[in-house]
């Protein structure tokens, strides 16, 4: 299984080391996990892991540790991120495949931090009552990005959390090759093996390449969130 040194956001076409983002580290000691609990008995440090996992672990759904953070407003469809040494999955990596908002928050919220009309509620940090605020100066309060504020967009109906944030492992590397001194994993029925990320910085070598996705879920530029919005009012997304 993978085991990768950091957590970071990478796109699918190359990015420079300053675009990428580090997950995972802000949410420790502040909020618990909802899936997975660290545990101290007799000396021992134990993992348990949420209930239902299948033996790889493939498939299994996962919450981005980016999601903790209040200021985090959500993901980029144009992008693939690769949240290494998770501790929701049992691959130790969750994957975000090409996907759009927030996956705590499937109908998103308006600049002002309101839900949509027929939501149950606002975005909320997983787990808490936390509003997702936006980045704030935090000298004067006001937003970093005055165009966006508080803003979370919907989800794709065609790139719903289910299809495109789950843990995966890396099953090649960027050549689409196996090499014997690397980690490598076998993609599971339901499954294939696709190139998903191509460039992560220098020294991080290990997180690029092919990675386990579902079937019919690839990535395509022309047709991805072209069949609307996630809507509270149609229940599309619940």
Not at 14 to 33: E, N
Not at 49 to 75: K, M, R, S, V, W
């Amino acid at each position: 299984m993978l085991d990768a040194l950091a957590a970071k956001p990478v796109p699918s076409r190359p990015m420079t080391s300053d675009a990428l983002v580090k997950s995972g580290t802000w949410q420790f000691g502040r909020f618990l996990r909802p899936l997975a609990t660290m545990v101290v008995m007799g000396g021992t440090l134990l993992f348990v892991a949420g209930p239902g996992c299948a033996d790889e672990g493939i498939g299994d759904p996962c919450t981005p540790e980016q999601e903790y953070n209040p200021e985090f407003l959500g993901f980029d469809e144009k992008e693939v991120n690769t949240e290494s040494r998770s501790f929701q999955c049992r691959t130790r990596l969750c994957l975000v495949n090409h996907f759009r908002g927030r996956v705590s928050c499937p109908y998103g919220q308006g600049p002002g931090g309101e839900a949509p009309a027929g939501a149950k509620g606002a975005c909320t940090v997983p787990g808490s009552e936390t509003p997702i605020e936006g980045a704030k100066d935090p000298a004067t309060n006001d937003f970093v990005d005055t165009r966006k504020k508080s803003s979370v967009p919907a989800q794709c109906v065609d790139r719903k959390a289910d299809s495109a944030v789950y843990c995966s492992c890396r099953c090649a590397d960027i050549n689409g090759q196996r090499p014997s001194d690397q980690t490598f994993c076998d993609c599971p029925e339901g499954f294939s093996c696709e190139r998903l990320v191509t460039s992560v910085g220098q020294g991080d070598e290990g997180l690029t390449g092919s990675y386990c996705i579902k079937k019919n879920t690839k990535y395509d530029p022309a047709t991805a969130c072209s069949q609307g919005d996630c809507d509270p009012t149609r229940g599309n997304c619940n």
